[in-house]
């Protein structure tokens, strides 16, 4: 499924009918993950945080699927996923306080990087091992359908989660018990440096979804309009009695799988995406081009990047100094309980 055309003009029958300023909203949260990820990426490479997963290409399916979920349903993350976190309101400076592990980290240093966590936002906490969150997504929504809430919840996970027990369970699970839940599958083309081809003979992963009788579609996953299209109609049939939803994004990692991933060590052909870093793929240029085509707004597009750099720059340099200020009392801590627990 695709809303937005080769030539940039949205298909009629499709277009999601947004206004103008839900569009910025949009092009805005998109703009923004990127801007945090380049930025945390070379925070990083300067030794400051640890490790960093992001999102670079996969911007679209976020937030269109975010964009999508209303705020009283639950959002259960993958990893990759901080812009849904912010999208709903989640400070950008707590995230980074995060990413430096400082006092203004709600899990004060002592979760990986990139593992957040909001009761308040309806954001359940990452959960590493590959596939387990979709369980625990399906039990959230089986709880909310047992309460009689209006609730449902969407899962993020990849395309390599898809080949874990989790995954099949959960999905059988759902099928039989009819979960308003929407499985949101981003298929990045990679987990890490094993092909989708190479991980599962299926052709498609949305015909995994039809074993178990869940409703599924193929979204084009760097067509936020179609993202968000697809998963609004997943979300009414699950607070409808309808049941579950698979949706296919199709969208490309253009980097690394993460700060700690050398993409060119198996990353073969320069055509390949994935291969180049910061360039857009066709269909993020695309998307770029029937954003201001429709709004005509390139200036405000320009200073909105403008912005946010600014906005950026400044969170992180303040969770810089947080942490600068806190390190000492970090390690006295540390000291003392050692020393009590030697005595
Ligand atoms: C059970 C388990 N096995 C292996 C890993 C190591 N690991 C971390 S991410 C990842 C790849 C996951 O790929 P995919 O599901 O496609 O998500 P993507 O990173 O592409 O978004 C692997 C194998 C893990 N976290 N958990
Ligand atoms: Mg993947």
């Known amino acids: 499924m695709q809303v937005i055309r080769e030539d940039g003009s949205l298909d009629p029958e499709l277009d999601p009918g947004l206004s103008v300023d839900q569009l910025v909203a949009l092009y805005k949260a998109m703009v923004r993950t990127r801007i945090v990820d380049d930025r945390l990426e070379k925070i ?3 030794g400051r945080i640890a490790f960093h997963v992001g999102s670079l290409g996969e911007e679209a399916a976020i937030i269109g699927a975010a964009a999508a979920l209303r705020d009283r349903d639950w959002i259960v993350p993958c990893y990759r996923e901080v812009g849904a976190l912010l999208w709903r309101g989640y400070p950008l400076q707590r995230y980074v306080d995060h990413m430096y592990g400082n006092a203004g980290d709600p899990a004060r240093g002592r979760q990986m990087p990139d593992h957040s966590f909001s009761r308040a936002h309806r954001y359940l906490a990452v959960s590493a091992p590959i596939g387990t969150q979709i369980p ?3 039990g959230v929504a089986m709880a909310a359908k047992k309460r009689g809430l209006d609730e449902c919840v969407g899962v993020f996970f990849g395309d390599g989660a898809t080949s874990s027990n ?3 369970a959960a999905m059988n699970f759902a099928g039989v018990y009819q979960s308003p839940v929407l499985f949101l599958c981003r298929n990045n083309g990679y987990a890490i440096s094993l092909p989708v081809a190479q991980q599962t003979a299926t052709r498609t992963l949305a015909e995994k979804a ?9 979204v084009d996953g760097n067509d936020v309009l179609a993202v968000l299209a697809a998963a609004r109609e997943g979300v009414q049939r699950a607070v409808n009695g309808g049941g579950p939803t698979f949706i296919e994004l199709l969208t490309y990692r253009v980097g690394g799988h993460s700060t700690s991933d050398d993409p060119g060590r198996y990353v073969r052909s320069r055509n390949t995406p994935g291969a180049k870093k910061r360039k857009l793929t066709p269909e993020q240029a695309k998307q770029m081009a029937a954003y201001r085509f429709k709004m005509q707004m390139t200036t405000t597009c320009r200073n909105t990047l403008h912005g946010l750099l600014g906005v950026v720059k400044h969170t ?3 969770s810089r100094e947080l942490w600068a200020k806190e390190k000492d009392r970090l390690f006295e801590e540390r000291r003392k309980r050692e020393a009590a627990e030697e005595e």
Do not use: L
């Not at 039809?210 to 193929?218: F, G, K, N, T």
């Open 210 to 218: 039809a074993a178990y009788r869940v409703m599924a579609s193929r």
């Open 166 to 168: 989790d995954f099949h």
């Open 44 to 46: 990083q490479r300067q």
């Open 136 to 138: 625990h997504a399906v």
């Open 316 to 318: 992180s340099a303040e």
